[in-house]
């Protein structure tokens, strides 16, 4: 399985954050048997990831993080003269 | 940003020449704030069930490895620009985790791309034709763009989508096992007065530029068909009809060729 970091390139990065907007992701919860005329697996989990996370025009939230130099880093320590790009990845481990 | 630990990141920084922040966010709490924890991972860990359908569902979603509890965690992997007031601008999510848009892609999406790969010049009768990659080497998986930029001719212009009777622009990918090729948005056009026949046309007639995107499947099938390959070449045909303020020329069709070096999955290094 590729490393997730199969994104990374030479760029400017930075973090953002939203303040306090929480985006309740719902889930249908499994229920026991598709059968009897129930809702397939489909309907009853898909995910709509244009809707998971801050919208455009929206804040993204606050957050206080170590970064791999073990400095602690804001949204705003981040932040660019343009703004940011964050970038969500998996992991770097596996 | 990820889960992993600080030390974790700071060798996989060091491998890989990473000089921007990678922020660590262990236990996941922030990835769970912005709201896209993976929570098809975490059905996949809490539920015992396979489903067909649902194991389909968990391998585009969350992963195409076992009950691992390393999934636990993970968001959705995806990228915010964002502004100083801390606004999303835009946002970048794919409904198959291994693929992603590159880096690079991105900026030319926005307009703030740059020309970091030589591009192939090519001139017509009538355009200015340049094309390049977004990227000059990607992984399967990577979602990148074609570039084509067109400067047309003095006194020339081109027809641009919506203009009937003429020849429209338009940019044609030979269709290539595992390659999936994205629908063009073209860039806004001007509406160009003809007063001999009094018409009103949508034409190209200052610089622009066309991003075709494609992505390189990722799939096991896909990544045996690559195997041992360097490099993936891709062939497609620019057509269009131009004008100047007098006459217009016949159709045109020409070929465009794009190259780029394929390279293998980061791997991260044994652990001591």
Redesign the interface.
Known sequence: MSVDGALFQVGAMSAFKTSGLRLMLLLAVLMPAAAAGGQSVEERMKVDLSQVGPQIGERVPDFSLVDQTGRTQTLQSLMGPNGLMMVFFRSADW | ????S?E??????TQ?G?T??????VGSA??E????????AL?YLE?D?D?P??IA?VRQ?AT??GRQE?VRG??????????????????Y???Y??E?????N??LRLGAGEDTVTGTQIESDHLDITTYPS?GTV?L??RFALVVDITPGPGMHVYAPGASDYRVISLTVEPQPFLSVLPIDFPPSEIYYFAPLNERVPVYQKPFRLLQEVVPA?TPEAQKAFAGKDNLTIVGTLEYQACDDAICYNPVTVPLTWTVALRP????EPRQ
């Open positions: 940003m990820s889960y992993d600080q974790t990141l700071a060798a996989f920084s890989n990473i921007f922040p990678v922020l660590s966010d922030t990835i704030r912005f709201g896209i924890l993976n929570t098809v059905e539920n069930s489903d359908e649902f569902y979603f195409v490895g390393r993970i968001p959705f992997p995806g990228t915010f620009m964002v502004d100083r007031e801390g606004r999303v601008t835009s946002r999510f794919e409904d985790y291994r992603r848009s590159t880096v690079s991105i900026m990227d992984a998986g990577n990722v999955f980061l791997r991260p």
